[in-house]
């Protein structure tokens, strides 16, 4: 169970994504703005926080760069309906580790939060490892997916049972490997 904070001044979807992160057995508390955000973190850390890019006052871009630099620990998604590339990019060069774009579907948001969450769970084993215990420290998020991914292939007998273990579809999946040599 991880703690989670969602931050989106709508009512309606501040209400409507806490419940479903909730109902997928994570704890969740809500704030309509960045600064409600800020003082909730003060309070006690989040292993997750969703926030919304615009809202009134400051922005999701400004609390993101608050966040890694009080809480670097905890990961950061954002949600905006207003969506370029360049944004994405840019949220992305700042430390959000997705970027998702409204209308959305419950299950999109709960598939990147659980990739977030296995990742930080992936950095807390890598960092317990002594380092005399590893040929090589994973560097990246990249990396540490990359030997999550190996190791379930290496679990499960079929791609199809990886990809759903995995909560991806066979052909990501396929192409994954592909991208990774791991074929």
Request: glycine content about 6%; proline content about 3%; hydrophobic content about 45%.
């Amino acid at each position: 169970m991880a703690r989670v904070l969602v931050v989106d001044d709508d009512l309606g979807i501040r209400t409507h994504l806490a419940t479903y992160v909730r109902d997928l057995g994570h704890e969740v508390e809500v704030a309509k703005d960045s600064l409600e955000a800020l003082e909730a973190m003060a309070g006690q850390p989040f292993d997750a926080v969703i926030s919304d890019v615009r809202m009134a006052g400051m922005d999701g871009l400004s609390l993101l760069r608050e966040i890694r630099l009080r809480h670097p620990e905890t990961g950061v998604i954002l949600m905006t309906a207003y969506a370029t590339v360049p944004d994405a990019v840019e949220a992305m060069r700042r430390g959000a580790y997705d970027y998702l774009v409204k209308p959305f579907s419950l299950e999109q948001a709960g598939f990147i939060l659980g990739r977030l969450l296995e990742v930080q769970a992936l950095r807390l084993l890598d960092a317990g490892r002594p380092a005399s215990s590893t040929a090589k420290s994973p560097a990246s998020l990249r990396e540490l997916e990359r030997e999550h991914v190996e190791r379930v292939l290496a679990e499960t007998v079929t791609l199809e049972e990886a990809a759903s273990r995995l909560g991806i579809n066979t052909t990501t999946l396929w192409r994954m490997r592909r991208r990774w040599g791991l074929e």
